[in-house]
């Protein structure tokens, strides 16, 4: 019975499913409880927190990684199940300390000054919550000053600039230049992204990585959080 209800979760987050009204890929599911409905039987049935994170969630987002890499998924897939991971980690948050699920680091996101594009940005945020890190989103259109005063005061691991646009790129520069002028450069790992965005140019200004999407994202973060650890 356990087993078969971390199924279900891995397969609405497979589909795309938040809900019971949630379509999905598969419109045949419609009506047939969504993650956040078979989440309140798991915890029901005493199944662990744990559980339903590793086995259920992070796994499900693992396979639609894997078909997006091959070609079967697109974006709006993606973030349909970027989104049914989203709600799932809201419902059981009041139960993550319960279950020993402990954050594994703070990441602070914005979009740059100049910059109003955010879905990729959002997508980022809601793989890395469902990956066990705790993510303070600023939003888009976000100033230098506004993002070293969260990075003093929130003092996170993990800083994630996205810009889209060419023309916004600088202020990624200008942003590493403003937290060496406070201090607090060598205090947090800084990664871009972004379709404007490229390795060179991540390296050309000091940044600490790259990522072309939100899957990179969480495993560049994986791989920079595993040094921190060390």
Known sequence: MTQDIINQIRANVIQGRATQDSEGLDEELSGQPGV????DQALSQGIGVKDIVNKGLNEGMEIVGQKYKAGEYYIPDILSSAEA???????????LSKGD?????????????????DVGKNMVS??????????????????SQTIVDAVREEKPQ??????????TMPQMEYIIQALKQSGL????????????????FAKSIGADGYAADGFQAVALVEFLNSKLVQ
Do not use: C, N, W
């Open 185 to 200: 450069r060598d205090k947090v790992k800084v990664i871009v992204g972004g379709a404007a965005v490229s390795e060179e």
């Open 85 to 95: 991971v989203g709600a799932a980690m809201k419902k059981l948050e009041p139960h």
């Open 101 to 117: 699920i402990q954050t594994k680091g703070k990441i602070i996101i914005a979009t740059v000054k100049g910059d109003l594009h």
């Open 158 to 167: 993990f800083l994630g600039l996205s810009a889209l646009l060419t023309s």
């Open 126 to 143: 809601i793989l890395l919550r469902g990956s066990g890190y705790t993510v303070k989103d600023l939003g888009h259109d976000i100033d």
């Open 36 to 39: 956040t409905e078979v989440i």
